[in-house]
């Protein structure tokens, strides 16, 4: 069983920036993809960036060129580095990780408790 605790969100202006943070607490190997989910209030949740083994990165139309997933395999962990924000941005911001099964069944994998980003003036 995959753990995965967030850290980093909490409550930045428009424009400002914040980073997020996971760490997962069993070993890398059997994992194949890490990245970010989100889900605001009356919204489904939704992919925001994965990174794969292979160094297959995929974002959200919504967040392109604003969000930089990192991932560090070694360290276990994966981070969110998140500017120019905007009000839509707000959400619960959840970790996500995908064995090679789930990734290629498209299975939901593991989850981290989420994390709340809220951006507001």
């Known amino acids: 069983q995959v753990q995965l605790v967030e850290s980093g969100g909490g409550l930045v202006q428009p424009g400002g920036s914040l980073r997020l943070s996971c760490t997962a607490s069993?070993?890398?190997?059997?994992?194949?993809?890490m990245g970010w989910y989100r889900q605001a209030p009356g919204k489904q949740r939704e992919l925001v960036a994965e990174?794969?083994?292979?160094?297959?990165?995929s974002y959200a139309l919504s967040v392109k060129g604003r969000f930089t997933i990192s991932r560090d395999q070694d360290k276990n962990t994966v981070s969110l580095q998140m500017s120019s924000l905007k009000l839509e941005d707000t959400a619960v911001y959840y970790c996500?990780?995908?064995?090679?099964?789930?990734?290629?069944?498209?299975?939901?994998?593991?989850w981290g408790q989420g994390t709340q980003v809220t951006v507001s003036s």
């Open positions: 996500n990780a995908k064995s090679s099964s789930d990734y290629a069944e498209r299975r939901s994998g593991y």
């Open positions: 069993d070993s890398l190997s059997n994992i194949y993809a």
């Open positions: 990174s794969t083994s292979r160094g297959i990165i």
